[in-house]
């Protein structure tokens, strides 16, 4: 038996956790740069407001029903995922961390001290909302994508309380029905639409296809869907996950630069990021992607990248803040209204299997690296940081609606007041 755990529009829900007075109001969570809706509450849900859309064009509607407006608080939500996932893997013998907000369980020699699914649902559902405060919808099937299909029918489907259980054909047959193909795992907008033109309008309707006609006429990964819509699991997760071959660190600014201090400033933040990712993998590169671009809209659009090679492998962040500072001038240029730069490794090997080079010194500072790491870890990000990070605050993302990152900044900790 498999599971999904997904927690109910978890930014909003998130933004609730430490803030009971908005709990039982509506609330709505924006995108990078206060772009765009991305997270909607279910409270919020029942006032129609739009997703996905800019937060201009909905700005007074949101107004006129008094909605919480937050910016996205990407530190309270990582750590919220961390502890949530926590709690999540004392149900099962096998976890799979989907996304940030959704947990696969698989139930093998595991036996739940509840015989009852249902029960064993909503006792996950109970532990979760007692050591986070956080919903969650539970939904259980024989495969992952009957799992990930009770959840959907535990979350918005009538006739469920958060948990549905798929153990039955009858159970099959019902939640299937209810279902449209589009809402189906791995489903996008352009494929259901082509399905819904072959008359297979539902998931049910999928269900009852041929797999390996679905393979002629689309790929091996709709007929899989279509077998484990039935029972028969195709669907495998590594024991261990592979390392990531590329890391990147990118993102638009909050507003349009021209300086190159400030432009030079962000390309050094990204290169730490990206470096501290590589330890974390523990990888090295040699190859450093770095780019800066403006506005695709404007007049003059302009947009340079290059690939810098570095003498040896490296995660080091004061090497690679030497390489942006050594090729900046490439890439800067006058009068342009720079809106976007990154930084990405490119071809990454592992620290354990490298071979020195004897006539090339190696820059790599290990014990600088690991203290720093180990204050940041301890204090909090940025305790600890490279000068040229902290040149300018201008290239940050806008959040005028960020609330306090309560968990991850000694600052914003929750105060208690009692009065006797």
Wanted: with cysteine; aromatic share 10%.
């Amino acid at each position: 038996m498999y599971a999904l755990v997904d927690a109910v529009a978890f930014y909003a829900s998130a933004e609730k956790v430490f803030d009971p007075a908005i709990r039982s109001k509506p609330v709505v969570v924006l995108t990078n740069n206060d772009g765009c809706v991305c997270a909607i509450c279910p409270i919020a849900r029942r006032l129609n407001i739009p997703k996905f859309q800019p937060y201009f064009k909905v700005k007074h509607l949101l107004a006129k029903h008094k909605v919480v407006v937050r910016s996205s608080n990407y530190e309270l939500y990582a750590d919220l995922s961390d502890r949530m996932m926590n709690v999540i893997s004392r149900f099962c013998d096998k976890q799979y961390i989907y996304s940030i907000d959704e947990s696969f369980l698989h139930f093998t020699g595991f036996t739940p001290l509840i015989n009852d699914w249902h029960q064993y649902g909503h006792l996950i559902r109970r532990t979760v909302w007692r050591e986070t405060k956080l919903p969650v919808g539970v939904g259980f099937g024989s495969t992952p994508t009957l799992a990930k299909a009770a959840n959907h029918a535990a979350k918005k489907l009538k006739g469920f309380n958060g948990v549905a259980v798929i153990d039955s054909e009858q159970a099959r047959l019902r939640i299937l029905a209810a279902m449209d193909v589009a809402d189906i795992w791995g489903v996008g907008k352009r494929l259901a639409k082509k399905l819904k033109q072959l008359h297979i309008n539902s998931a049910l309707d999928l269900a009852k296809q041929d797999p390996l006609q679905m393979k002629r006429l689309f790929n091996v990964v709709l007929a899989r869907t279509v077998d484990e819509l039935n029972g028969r699991t195709c669907l495998e997760w590594d024991e261990v996950r592979q390392d990531k071959r590329e890391i990147f660190s990118t993102r638009s600014f909050g507003e349009r630069l021209t300086d190159p201090t400030v432009l030079k400033t962000a390309l050094i933040n990204h290169c730490t990021i990206v470096a501290r990712k590589l330890r974390l993998q523990r990888s090295l590169t040699k190859r450093l992607l770095l780019f800066v671009a403006s506005s695709p809209h404007e007049l003059n659009a302009y947009k340079k990248s290059l690939v810098y090679e570095l003498p040896t492998s490296s995660a080091d962040s004061c090497v690679f803040a030497n390489a942006i500072s050594e090729v900046f001038a490439q890439l800067y240029q006058q009068n342009v209204r720079f809106y976007k730069c990154g930084v990405g490794a490119l071809e990454l090997s592992s620290q354990q299997f490298q071979q020195s080079d004897l006539f090339t010194p190696n820059k790599n500072n290990i014990k600088l690296m690991k203290c720093l790491d180990s204050v940041n870890a301890r204090y909090g990000s940025n305790t600890l940081a490279l000068a040229s990070q902290q040149q300018s605050q201008a290239w940050h993302m806008k959040r005028e609606f960020l609330s306090p990152q309560y968990t991850t900044r000694w600052l914003h900790l929750p105060k208690i007041s009692c009065n006797l």
